[in-house]
């Protein structure tokens, strides 16, 4: 596959200098344009198999960090704080820190399609880490930038008692507590300019409002919401022990 017009490369080669980057390294541009083309622009050369690559690849990079950094800890939590760094809501937050959006070549119908940005996202920074991990054969291109913002959040999921996953660690306190379910409304706000607050979401348990926060997607509007309400009835509960 061949750059497909000359101003092309000018544009990843800023993408690779936002990475902290020199574009003098090795890197397969060939490859980095296809990590960056969505299947709606080319049913043929899109960044579908480069994101199952990219899928291995930043889990690999997730563990080598975890195991150099918290060499004490067991595997089971390894697991559980490997799984939250390589979450779509993750990796799409790293992503859009680094504008991959602007980058990313689509057709208009994947551009307008707001709900699916963060999957979208989260699949063209696995298809690029792919691209850089097959320029070198290792990990020489991603750690450097990559590491610290692993390292960054896996200390706050480590200090977080809801692992970063407030919708379960709520679900899980109303069973134990109500034995219900708690219930999620959510509205688009189309007159919010700012992708960030595009959803708004409350969540309710028994006609009570536990919470309410927004997000680019539905998905990211309920896990706001979610945290709202975990950390009230976490407080609340160390409020009534303080009390007794």
Known sequence: ?????????????????????????????????????????????????????????????????????????????????????????????????????????????????????????????????????LSSQNLTLIRPWLDSHFCDRAAKIIRDPARNNYKAALQEWTQSHYKVLPEYKVQQNRQIHNDEGRFTAVVWLQGRQLGEGTGRSIKAAEQAAAEVAFLSVVETQKTAGIKR
């Not at 397969?28 to 291995?56: C, I, K, M």
Request: hydrophobic letters at 45%; proline letters at 3%.
């Open 1 to 133: 596959m061949t750059i497909g017009y000359p101003n092309r490369k000018r544009q990843l080669q800023k993408l690779i200098q936002r990475l902290g980057l020199s574009d003098h390294v090795q890197i397969r541009w060939d490859l980095l344009d296809l990590a960056l083309t969505h299947p709606t622009l080319s049913a043929e050369a899109n960044y579908e198999q480069l994101e199952f690559v990219g899928d291995s690849v930043v889990r690999l990079a997730a563990s080598e960090l975890l195991y150099e950094v918290y060499p004490d800890c067991p595997v089971g939590e390894f697991a559980a704080i490997r799984s939250i760094l390589v979450s779509d809501r993750t990796l799409a937050e790293i992503a859009d820190q680094y504008g991959f959006g602007t980058f990313l070549l689509a057709a208009g119908s994947a551009i307008r399609d707001k709900a699916g940005e963060e999957s979208r996202l989260a699949d063209c920074f696995e298809a690029v880490l792919a691209s850089l991990y």
